[in-house]
């Protein structure tokens, strides 16, 4: 609260300096409301959008688009990027480890690391972003967000396999002196506020100052003994953007942009219920957000930052577009352990709070972005553009999970000094008049794409024996004070395998040790040579659960074994193709029919190479790509009541090599808990997504207007095999098999989708009121791509000597084969366990979201009041999850019931 107390003087004194230095406070211009009557209607203006780079009616865009204005946004609570979807249909977000993952129409992927891509492409005012980190904090003084449905590869390129999301912020206006200043409180003991003030500074040159921040509480409870640990959930966020206008004349026109983002926290909010599943149980029967947590307290500390110049000059018959940019992401996260939710035999008693194994992450990102386009005139009959597109991007890495009172396993390390990736794209399209009605478009892009990456990557290992070579003393490593050191080491060559003294000196500079940690202790002496065995710390909490170590009289340890993570290094390289064709045909100045196929790819990559108990995974993923084959109608009627507007629109796409992320786990820690897992990408080979989406904008009597839209997809995987990690059983070295997943759903995509905005004004008290209802509506949908298809796994390996060596036969033979979870099983070395009677619950059931909204300003419009409460029934609803082994069903939940009032001053 202190740290939201300073940035919020510091924003009311900046906004207060620049209005004064650009003469004072400007009178609000006083307009007397027009008095709303039965007989009126609200006024249904054109929407605008610029999804084929251009500013145009979305009436006369030929594709489906939606854009919300900020004032919308706002008037009905929708101030983070996760909330879009409820505004939205066929949109759904999430946000994993700061990751926002956007899925459109069941395009999308679960892979924002540094080894993957976004299928949906994010921008700010247009510009590119490549690390969807830490959006949230762009939300402040919009104009509008746009959302482009379908592939987008030729005219905005990389990875818009899925379509594209543009955040377009107020932009500063020459010679208006004007700005506002907001401040709300909200449930969940939020505390915000937002300001922007329009400098015009002299006839051709402007400047706009806007800032941002919130203090927001959590939904989450922690329900552990341990009360000192802060559940996740909890944010601050700063945020401030300056915008720069300069506009001599008609021809030129510059922008420069700065953006700043700050965010810090506990962490983002998920759960592992999985053990609170087995049996069949579902969600619904558990406290999801009363959570059991321990160890370390949960930590985001998340720094962006923003530059963007665009320069164009119109010559007459075409005009030229300069944009540049530079974004920085610095982002930290420790995660917030736990045991999950109190569920039947397991509570509050029953955890070990002394355990401090989590997860640690460390993304450093700084990229670039140049593009110069050449287009033609607006207003040009001929509507053409061509240029060049350049990406660059240099990354700094780090993941370690640790694994406290570990006995030969106490974490796993990926750390990457060195990760670069860069993009050229040429691109050219046009749309030519063949008539005055039809016209004709086309447009092609060539895309080349090189990723690389080096560091290192595998087990942190420690075995040690006590006296009489009995096993085996544990190892403390993560307690209060620890943290790894991923950047600025002296070396990261990883240590010859089987040198225990260069693994030592390795560890010696891989991690800040905890107050409590034993390892750095137990390995002194091995990486100069005096002590080859280490040195035996015997301590309460360096004895196992069965106890009874004892030190040798020597005091080193009677057999030591170490080992240390291995070099990783991985390079990808590809070049594809995008291209569009498509037609419009007026078939009446108010009435558009057109069609199109357009492509789109997203690049594909490397994964992690890790070893478990002698299972590998595959390092690389092929590209995915899209074709989408659509038809649709614009029409715009105008009754004697006001104007309709009915938009129809029917799709096909073609999903080749379709991306699914899925988990291997790491080993497991104390009590067989999962000790943390990589994350894999996989190509499935084919999926076919249809359905068509209808919109409608009415404007009725009474001050009020209508906006309706729905969508209904069909969304599966026509063929295609997926290692089940579900049955993986770890502790014998199993091998994974695959399972056919052909005429499964795509994951969180709703095959119905239904939204509804209302909204009135009206004169009232001498003013004017309006009032917002959002409704949307989702039918279930699958979490993950198995579906809750039924879990295979092997059965006990048999004591008679000849049904075991036909059971280890029958296991090497299935080695990489394919089963398929519906058939019956033909051996009797496997077995078949019900997903939910196994924990792993997979499906969110279809459910409805209303938010609402209020304000009243009078007329002089010189401040405004408002209120709002989203998510009125208080609906649970899981937005993302992630599934693996047997201990691993983690969910991710929306926002709970959450009001708040705002008070706004315009000057």
Not at 14 to 26: D, E, M, P, Q, R
Not at 334 to 361: I, L, M
Not at 382 to 394: I, M, P
Not at 869 to 898: A, G, H, I, M, Y
Request: with cysteine.
């Amino acid at each position: 609260m202190i740290r939201l107390k300073r940035s919020l003087l510091l924003g009311c004194a900046s906004l207060a300096l620049g209005s004064v230095s650009g003469g004072g406070l400007a009178n609000a211009q006083e307009v007397d409301p027009a008095p709303t009557t039965q007989d009126e209607t609200a006024e249904l203006g054109e929407v605008v959008v610029t999804a084929e780079r251009r500013e145009q009616s979305l009436q006369n865009y030929a594709g489906v688009a939606q854009a919300i204005s900020g004032d919308d946004l706002r008037a009905v609570g929708i101030d983070q990027i996760e909330d879009l979807q409820s505004a939205i249909p066929g949109l759904s977000i999430s946000n994993q480890e700061g990751n926002v993952q956007i899925y459109i129409r069941g395009v999308g992927t679960a892979n924002n690391t540094e080894l993957g891509d976004p299928s949906a492409a994010t921008h700010l005012n247009g510009v590119y972003l490549p690390r969807p980190r830490g959006l949230g904090g762009l939300f402040f003084d919009l104009a509008r967000v746009e959302v482009a449905k379908g592939p987008q590869g030729t005219l905005r390129g990389r990875n818009a396999v899925a379509g594209t999301l543009n955040i377009i912020p107020n932009m500063p206006r020459l010679g208006s002196n004007e700005g506002f200043i907001q401040g709300e409180v909200g449930a969940l003991d939020t505390y915000g506020y937002e300001g922007a003030v329009n400098l015009p500074l002299g006839e051709d040159q402007a400047l706009r100052l806007a800032v941002y921040g919130v203090d927001r509480g959590t939904a989450y409870e922690n329900v552990g003994n341990d009360q000192s640990l802060d559940p996740t959930g909890e944010q601050e966020l700063f945020s401030a953007r300056a915008t720069y206008l300069y506009q001599p004349n008609d021809r030129f026109r510059l922008t420069f942009m700065g953006d700043f983002e700050s965010e810090r926290g506990t962490g983002y909010p998920a759960t592992n219920i999985r053990n609170g599943l087995v049996g069949g149980g579902t969600p619904d029967q558990l406290e999801l957000r009363e959570v059991l947590y321990r160890g370390p307290q949960g930590l985001v500390e998340n720094d962006n930052w923003g530059l963007a110049l665009n320069a164009s000059y119109d010559f007459g018959p075409a005009v030229l577009d300069y944009t540049a940019s530079r974004r920085s992401v610095d982002y930290y996260q420790v995660n917030a352990a736990s045991e999950g939710v109190v569920r039947p035999g397991y509570g509050a008693e029953d955890v070990d709070y002394d355990n401090f194994g989590t997860q640690y992450w460390l993304t450093l990102s700084e990229s670039d972005v140049h593009e110069l386009r050449l287009s033609s005139a607006p207003g040009a009959g001929t509507v053409w553009s061509t240029g060049l597109f350049y990406f660059e991007e240099r990354q700094q890495v780090g993941f370690l999970s640790v694994v406290d009172k570990g006995q030969f396993y106490s974490g796993t390390e990926f750390t990457f000094p060195d990760v670069r990736s860069d993009s050229f794209a040429a691109y050219a399209d046009i749309t030519y008049p063949l008539t005055d009605q039809l016209r004709v478009k086309g447009g092609f892009r060539y895309t080349e794409e090189n990723k690389s990456r080096r560091g290192i990557g595998g087990n942190w290992s420690l075995g040690l024996g006590s006296d009489g070579f009995a096993c085996c003393f544990t190892t403390r490593l993560g307690t209060e004070g620890f943290r790894p050191i991923f950047t600025g080491r002296d070396s990261y060559a990883p240590p010859t395998p089987g040198d225990n003294q260069a693994a030592a000196r390795y560890f010696l500079g891989a991690f800040r040790p905890g107050a409590r940690d034993t390892f750095l202790d137990q390995i002194a002496g091995v990486a100069d040579g005096s002590r080859p065995n280490g040195t035996c710390v015997n301590r309460p909490d360096t004895q196992p659960s069965y106890g009874g170590q004892v030190c040798p009289a020597n005091g080193q340890h009677s057999f030591f074994q170490i080992s240390a993570p291995g070099e990783q290094v991985g390079s990808y390289e590809d070049a594809f193709s995008d291209w569009r064709v498509g037609f419009e045909y007026d078939l009446t100045s108010d009435h558009l029919f057109y069609g199109a196929i357009s492509t789109g790819h997203k690049s594909g990559g490397f994964n992690d190479t890790i070893v478990v108990n002698g299972v590998s995974t595959a390092p690389t993923f092929a590209p995915e790509s899209v074709t989408l084959y659509e038809l649709g109608v614009k029409n715009t009627f105008r009754p004697a009541f006001g104007r309709v507007d009915i938009n129809a629109n029917v799709f096909f796409y073609d999903y080749a090599d379709q991306v699914f992320q899925t988990l291997v786990s790491l080993g497991t820690g104390p009590g067989g808990a999962s000790a943390g897992f990589s994350q894999q990408n996989i190509n499935v080979a084919q999926s076919t997504i249809q359905g068509f989406e209808l919109e409608t904008r009415f404007s009725l009597p009474f001050g009020m207007r209508l906006d309706l839209i729905g969508s209904y997809i069909d969304a599966q995987a026509d063929n295609g095999v997926l290692t089940d990690t579900r049955g993986t059983d770890y502790g014998d070295g199993t091998p994974n098999f695959n399972i056919d997943i052909g005429g499964n759903d795509l994951p969180n995509v709703s095959k119905i989708n239904l939204n509804a905005h209302l909204q009135q004004t009206m004169d009232l008290f001498g003013g004017r009121a309006d009032f917002h209802l959002l409704a949307n509506y989702r039918s279930s949908y699958f979490l993950s791509i198995y579906n809750e298809l039924p879990v295979i796994q092997f059965t006990a390996r048999p004591t008679d000597p000849a049904a075991a060596a036909a059971y280890d036969a029958f296991k090497t033979a299935m080695a990489g084969a394919t089963v398929d979870p519906r058939a019956a099983l033909t051996s009797p070395f496997l077995r078949s366990t019900d997903a939910r009677e196994g924990g792993f619950w997979g499906r969110q059931e279809g459910y409805v979201t209303v938010n609402i909204g209020a304000g009243w300003e009078p007329s002089s419009g010189r401040y405004r009041i408002e209120g709002y409460v989203n998510n009125l029934f208080d609906e649970t609803v899981v937005e993302k999850q992630l599934v693996s082994d047997q201990v691993v069903n983690v969910l991710f939940l929306n926002q709970p019931r959450t009001t708040g009032i705002r008070l706004r001053a315009n000057f």
